[in-house]
């Protein structure tokens, strides 16, 4: 039995552990969020939008990779029902 909200759900999480972190400075941790909290703090949306980008495509690009290894050729579904 073949649970394909799983996998939607596992992606999820995979970027949601990149995003929210980024977050964390707020809290006095290091991370890809300080352009962001520095760019809000000194009202320069440069270094927002900077840190944003940063974060966005690393949440992108985890979430890629994860379908790239989640993917399965028609041959291969053929292959196994049959």
């Known amino acids: ?3 394909p909200w799983l996998s939607i ?3 999820t999480n995979a970027v949601l552990a990149i995003a929210v972190p980024a977050l964390a400075l707020t809290v006095g941790a290091k991370s890809l969020g300080l352009p962001i ?3 809000l703090n000194a ?3 440069a270094y927002v ?3 944003a980008l940063l974060t966005g495509a690393l949440a992108l690009s985890l979430d890629q990779l994860f379908e790239l ?3 399965r050729p028609a041959s ?7």
């Open 37 to 39: 909290i520095v760019g």
């Open 49 to 51: 939008l900077q840190g």
């Open 1 to 3: 039995m073949r649970l």
């Open 9 to 11: 759900l596992r992606k």
């Open 69 to 71: 290894a989640l993917w």
């Open 43 to 45: 009202s320069n949306s």
């Open 76 to 82: 291969w579904k053929r292959a196994r029902a049959g």
